[in-house]
Antibody
Framework: EVQLVESGGGLVQPGGSLRLSCVAS????????MTWARQAPGKGLECVAD????????YYVDSVKGRFTISRDNAKNSLYLQMNSLRVEDTAIYYC????????WGQGTLVTVSS | EVLMTQSPLSLPVILGQPASISCRST???????????LSWFHQRPGQSPRRLIY???KRDSGVPDRFSGSGSGADFTLQISRVEVEDVGVYYC?????????FGPGTTVDIK
């Protein structure tokens, strides 16, 4: 069974940093693009960053470019999101998704940016 | 950025009756490979989204056949032939053709 388990969320002050992790199992991780998406409280969904199966290409939504970095370790079946210079508007549940078009979602990890 | 709109945004339904949600994009969603990457997701309160339909009309594994998708270009529809209690929640369309991939605002389906 496909499983995606996120961790690393929490409360951080504006301007701070967090690193999210996602461990994948139940499928061949190295064969898939992976995605980070987010959902602000009570709001809709937004794709934040994408990474190619071998890590050679990455894409970001404009609002996080220069602040967030997506990466992966295929030997560990793991996906990461390094988030720097966090803003109040980055507060959201962050989901790890399989494939750029997200055919499977993790349970999410909550990031709260507040002073 | 491709903007996605949905209508209606709220859809009260009667159990056993059909329901339909419309989704429109500001750009044509045909990709260079000829595919049209329009998906539908269902999210229940407190849960992660679940994909129901991909590439306009293909049902994901385990999705009941009362769900169907149709459309082309920039105009798409999700239909539920007979609504059941477990179908309540929010439905989102998503385009996966032009980065950044974008979602519609969601349609909340509840029982009338």
């Amino acid at each position: 069974e496909v499983q995606l388990v996120e961790s690393g969320g929490g409360l951080v002050q504006p301007g701070g940093s967090l690193r999210l992790s996602c461990v994948a199992s139940g499928f061949s991780f190295t064969n898939y693009w992976m995605t980070w998406a987010r959902q602000a409280p009570g709001k809709g969904l937004e794709c934040v960053a994408d990474i190619k199966d071998d890590g050679s290409r990455t894409y970001y939504v404009d609002s996080v470019k220069g602040r967030f970095t997506i990466s992966r370790d295929n030997a560990k079946n793991s996906l990461y999101l390094q988030m720097n210079s966090l803003r109040v508007e980055d507060t959201a549940i962050y989901y790890c998704g399989r494939d750029g078009r997200i055919d499977w979602w993790g349970q999410g990890t909550l990031v709260t940016v507040s002073s | 950025e491709v903007l996605m709109t949905q209508s209606p945004l709220s859809l009260p339904v009667i159990l056993g009756q059909p329901a339909s949600i419309s989704c429109r994009s500001t750009q044509d969603l045909v990709f260079t490979d000829g595919g049209t990457y329009l998906s539908w997701f269902h999210q229940r309160p407190g849960q992660s989204p679940r994909r129901l339909i991909y590439e306009v009309s293909k049902r994901d594994s385990g999705v009941p056949d009362r769900f169907s998708g149709s459309g082309s270009g920039a105009d798409f529809t999700l239909q539920i032939s007979r609504v059941e209690v477990e179908d309540v929640g929010v439905y989102y369309c998503m385009q996966g053709t032009h980065w950044p991939y974008t979602f519609g605002p969601g349609t909340t389906v509840d029982i009338k």
